[in-house]
């Protein structure tokens, strides 16, 4: 079975400039959440959702928006990007809640010039 | 004060020696606790769950004392293998994990 898929892995855009990153999560796994990694610091979460509701939301701006369709897949966006939001966007797929295993997908890494 | 704490290191560790993490975390009614690894430039994988009796995978030893609120990692016999960082990863509730900085280890030759 596949793992969780992101796409792009790596992307550059200008500040400004809008960006969507996509997840697929594991086949049968109903929660996706996403997390953004500076260099050097842990993960930090920035929203979760399960059975297509956003269910948890963590501290970051407007500018961050997320969504999930019908078959789970997962869409992360950032409009008005800064040169602080380059770092690697992690997308987790767990089967029911977070308090069971997650699933990295092996991320985008985003670059902000 | 940081919601998970970790020593950030790096741990520069001769191979099979034994090495232990500790983790301290805010939230006293966090509920479930975890361990994860990560490879330099890859994404964070399930090292081990953590629970109030202790468990052992291994080398591996996890331990948690709820009255401290910290968690413990240990690594015996240590393999070039176990070089990578370790993140110490709380959850409370079940929207999110909390992940400390993470610990950075290198086993030497």
């Known amino acids: 079975d596949a793992g969780v898929t992101q796409s792009p892995t790596h992307l550059i855009k200008t500040r400004g400039q809008q960006v969507t990153l996509r997840c697929s999560p594991i086949?049968?796994?109903?929660?996706v959440s996403w997390y953004q990694q500076v260099l050097g610091q842990g993960p930090q979460f920035i929203f979760q959702?399960?059975?297509?509701?956003?269910?948890g939301r963590g501290n970051f701006p407007d500018r961050f928006s997320a969504r999930q369709f019908p078959n789970y897949s997962s869409e992360l966006n950032v409009n008005a990007l800064l040169l602080g939001d380059s770092a690697l966007y992690l997308c987790?797929?767990?089967?029911?809640?977070?308090?069971?295993?997650?699933?990295f997908g092996q991320g985008t890494r985003l670059t902000v010039v | 004060r940081k919601e998970v704490e970790q020593d950030p290191g790096p741990f520069n560790v001769p191979e099979g020696a034994t090495v232990a993490f500790n983790c301290t975390y805010s939230?006293?009614?966090?509920?479930?606790f975890f361990w994860y690894r990560q490879d330099c430039r890859k994404e964070p994988k399930l090292l081990m769950s953590?629970?109030?009796s202790g468990n052992e995978d291994g080398r591996f030893t996890a331990q948690l004392n709820r009255a401290s609120q910290y968690i413990s990692l240990l690594i015996r016999d240590s393999k070039l293998s176990d070089s990578a960082t370790y993140l110490c990863?709380?959850?409370?509730?079940?929207?999110?994990?909390?992940f400390g900085t993470g610990t950075r280890l290198t086993i030497i030759p």
């Open positions: 990863v709380v959850c409370f509730g079940n929207e999110k994990l909390t």
């Open positions: 959702y399960y059975e297509k509701e956003e269910r």
């Open positions: 987790a797929s767990t089967l029911l809640t977070v308090n069971t295993e997650a699933f």
């Open positions: 939230n006293s009614a966090s509920q479930s």
């Open positions: 953590v629970y109030s």
């Open positions: 086949s049968g796994h109903k929660s």
